[in-house]
């Protein structure tokens, strides 16, 4: 989540950090398939509340200036989905 909200990307995000989770998951002895799905999840999460994203939807929309008021409103809907992805992805590890 946190890599898609900086860059903007989950295709990036997934890059940066798919490796890192794969190789983390094997040391950890669970199945790094489960927690690379997981970092796909998570990186769907942060594209909810990506500037980025807000942005170009703002600008497509003709609705500059209201990207705050857009964030307030997506940040509860992004964290729920968040949360809820990551207890499922801990409990079915």
Known sequence: ??????????????ILFG???STVA??????P??????NTAGATGGKIISPQSIAVATSAIGQQGKEG??????????????????LMAYFLA
């Open 1 to 14: 989540c946190l890599g898609t909200f900086l860059t903007g990307s989950d295709t990036s995000s997934n």
């Open 69 to 86: 008021e857009i964030m307030k409103k997506s940040l509860p809907w992004a964290l729920l989905y968040i949360i809820v992805t990551g």
């Open 19 to 21: 490796k890192l989770q």
């Open 33 to 38: 398939i489960w927690l690379s799905a997981a």
């Open 26 to 31: 094997g040391q950890i002895g669970s199945d």
